[in-house]
């Protein structure tokens, strides 16, 4: 298996393990009050073994180095603090009261970064739920936006899918919101996001625009229409002898031509499958398409 490869893979389980975090965020003062048990119990027990210090100070330096190089995938970044940590945690005599203070200010670092990360997260959904319910209740009436920004966020939280957490699903909903989508669709463009984004491993916001063109794309933007639109889509992307990334940037780089009703989606996908397979440039398959409807 290719570098790419597995680092798509890992990506994968990265974003999985990632929304199961996100899903999960609610409870994170009960994970708190867990933590301060848990180090409770380890500072009583350090009291009698020395050597429990020192492993649970190495544990405590190994998964800081993990977490950085997780977030930055930095390889010598997160080696030079691993070693770092190695080398002071060898170097220093541990005794209880330095082993309860370096514990002390460890806790004390994460619970600060937790809920700092906790407020910045709030806020910034709080900001897209403002903006989408805005696009749709309209910007003068500040009760009617309230109203909606709840109706946006139960929507959000009614739909428990495979990889989208939180900050995508809002993100894909204000996509949804600024499109126009109706309303009544959001529940089912989650579903084709979530799907779609899995499948073709792309971020939620590109993947909410392409939900819009292939919706919009038919005569009815109906819950009934939604499902027909996709799976001609899908149908067309899995049945073109090209790779996904190619299929999405001609479908791209053409859509004016399906969403300015020059084509029918039928004539449009057909089309847009024969120049993939003819080897036309992804770039270029909007020009070869409008030659071809002119032709015809």
């Known amino acids: 298996?290719?570098?790419?490869?597995?680092?798509?893979?890992?990506?994968?389980?990265?974003?999985?393990?990632?929304?199961?975090?996100?899903?999960?965020?609610?409870?994170?003062?009960?994970?708190?009050?867990?933590?301060?048990?848990?180090?409770?119990?380890?500072?009583?027990?350090?009291?009698?073994?020395?050597?429990?210090?020192?492993?649970?100070?190495?544990?405590?330096?190994?998964?800081?180095?993990?977490?950085?190089?997780?977030?930055?995938?930095?390889?010598?970044?997160a080696a030079l603090a691993l070693a770092a940590g190695l080398l002071t945690v060898y170097s220093v005599t541990w005794t209880p009261k330095k082993f309860v203070a370096f514990v002390a200010v460890w806790l004390t670092f994460s619970a600060v970064a937790l809920l700092a990360s906790s407020i910045r997260a709030a806020s910034q959904l709080e900001t897209i739920y403002l903006g989408a319910a805005a696009a749709l209740a309209g910007h003068s009436d500040l009760a009617a936006i309230k109203t909606m920004e709840r109706t946006l966020r139960k929507v959000a939280s009614d739909y428990e899918g495979y990889l989208l957490g939180g900050r995508e699903k809002a993100e894909a909903i204000r996509i949804f919101a600024f499109r126009r989508l109706p309303l009544q669709i959001f529940p089912s463009g989650l579903s084709a996001v979530d799907t779609l984004s899995t499948a073709l491993q792309l971020d939620a916001v590109a993947v909410a625009n392409l939900v819009c063109d292939v919706t919009k794309a038919f005569e009815g933007t109906g819950a009934s229409d939604l499902p027909r639109s996709l799976t001609t889509f899908s149908s067309t992307l899995h049945d073109t002898a090209a790779p996904p990334s190619d299929f999405v940037e001609a479908f791209t780089n053409s859509r004016h031509l399906l969403l300015g009703r020059r084509l029918s989606p039928d004539a449009y996908f057909i089309g847009l499958k024969i120049a993939l397979e003819s080897g036309v440039a992804p770039a270029q398959a909007g020009d070869h398409l409008a030659r071809s409807a002119s032709d015809a």
């Open 1 to 77: 298996m290719s570098n790419r490869g597995i680092g798509k893979s890992l990506e994968q389980v990265l974003r999985a393990l990632g929304a199961v975090v996100r899903s999960s965020y609610r409870l994170a003062p009960a994970a708190v009050v867990l933590m301060i048990l848990v180090v409770a119990i380890v500072v009583a027990a350090t009291i009698w073994s020395t050597e429990l210090m020192t492993g649970v100070v190495l544990l405590i330096v190994l998964a800081i180095s993990l977490l950085l190089f997780l977030s930055s995938w930095n390889y010598g970044e």
